[in-house]
């Protein structure tokens, strides 16, 4: 089904924006890994809102693991976790139901299931499924870090200011770094022109985008496969499953296409520690789909949020007329910055089930 992803490992989303609550059944972890549950509550708590750069709506994001866990270990059943909707006001979108938001999968839920499709806060497509997303790749974190993997990321841009990217060789202690500020910037003085183009935005009844840079550590070379089963592939799959990511580009990305060949590729050479290495990683630690030892270095592209308080132009579905639309309630000016511990969430799980493959 189109909500599970993975192959050794299957990951699972289910619930809706407003329904009871959201969650996640993962098939295929490796039996006898231990879950620190406050590691991951502390995990979570990078994706929840908090502060007016963010939504009004306060969920807890109380995880409650119903199965796959005993004595505080994974025990080869299917985990299942659930996070009780304790905040939803699905009263709020009553406005909706026959006039479509622009930009939001309104009318192509209703063009797909008509009027049983239930979309009160976007429904299944809301980013409040990121939370499920977010158990399975916590735990899939905790379980990678015991392997001397790591991942991490950043808001590379948002509102059109950039963060400075990553270093040739990031590792965990800027990961670690990053994970405990309130605003995930490498350069703070970057981070605080970020959080004002956001805020200036939010002023306006407007919104941005912007950028999340992902990269992963100590991943070995000859992990994955050529054509359709590579890396690139499977992660892309993943992270196309965030709502509002609209492109993703690894090492160099699309200015690759701008250089030559003798600028653009990577030469070897032989490392500090005696592994083949490359002088600098535009392949972003990928070729022909399978990792080559250097770090693996994606970024992913969200589009601003297109819960706007404007009036914006869209059509009655019943009378098919023009019809002016004027979003209230409680929505993100810019959902970039909390979705950095979601594209962590689904590369870790991805290179978690590649691993799990190749053993």
């Not at 699972?12 to 890994?33: M, R, T, W």
């Not at 004002?196 to 100590?218: M, Q």
């Not at 699309?254 to 032989?270: L, M, Q, T, W, Y």
Request: charged share 25%; glycine share 12%.
């Amino acid at each position: 089904m189109s909500s599970e992803f993975g192959n050794r490992l299957k990951v699972n989303l289910f619930g809706q924006s407003h329904g009871k609550a959201v969650g996640v059944v993962i098939d295929g972890l490796p039996a006898g890994e231990s879950v620190d549950e406050e590691e991951l509550r502390r995990f979570m708590a990078r994706r929840r809102a908090r502060g007016p750069l963010s939504t009004a709506r306060r969920e807890e994001d109380a995880v409650i693991l119903l199965s796959g866990i005993m004595n505080g270990k994974t025990c080869g059943s299917p985990l299942c976790a659930v996070i009780e909707n304790d905040d939803a006001r699905p009263g709020d979108y009553a406005a909706f139901s026959d006039v479509p938001r622009p930009s939001h999968a309104d009318y192509a839920a209703f063009s797909k299931w008509g009027r049983a499709a239930d979309m009160r806060g976007g429904g299944h497509f809301s980013g409040r499924l990121t939370a499920s997303l977010c158990v399975a790749g916590g735990i899939a974190k905790q379980i990678l870090s015991r392997l001397g993997i790591f991942v991490g990321a950043h808001l590379a841009e948002a509102g059109g200011v950039e963060d400075v990217p990553f270093p040739l060789y990031p590792d965990r202690a800027l990961f670690e770094k990053l994970a405990e500020k309130d605003f995930p910037a490498i350069d703070d003085e970057r981070g605080e022109r970020m959080k004002a183009a956001i805020a200036e935005a939010a002023k306006e009844s407007d919104s941005v985008g912007g950028i999340v840079e992902c990269a992963a550590i100590g991943i070995p070379a000859g992990v994955g496969s050529p054509m359709f089963g590579g890396v690139e592939n499977r992660l892309s799959c993943a992270v196309f499953g965030i709502p509002a990511v609209k492109g993703i580009e690894f090492g160099a990305g699309f200015s690759s296409a701008k250089k030559r060949g003798s600028e653009n590729n990577d030469p070897f050479c032989v490392s500090e520690s005696g592994a083949v290495a490359t002088t600098k990683n535009d392949c972003g630690g990928i070729l022909g789909g399978i990792t080559d030892g250097m770090p693996v270095v994606f970024r992913a592209a969200f589009k601003p949020t297109p819960s706007i308080g404007r009036p914006q132009q869209s059509v009655n579905l019943t009378s098919l007329e023009p019809a002016e639309l004027t979003i209230r309630g409680r929505h993100d000016p810019c959902v970039a910055h909390r979705a950095v511990p979601v594209v962590e969430s689904a590369a870790a799980i991805v290179i978690l089930d590649l691993l799990l493959e190749g053993k």
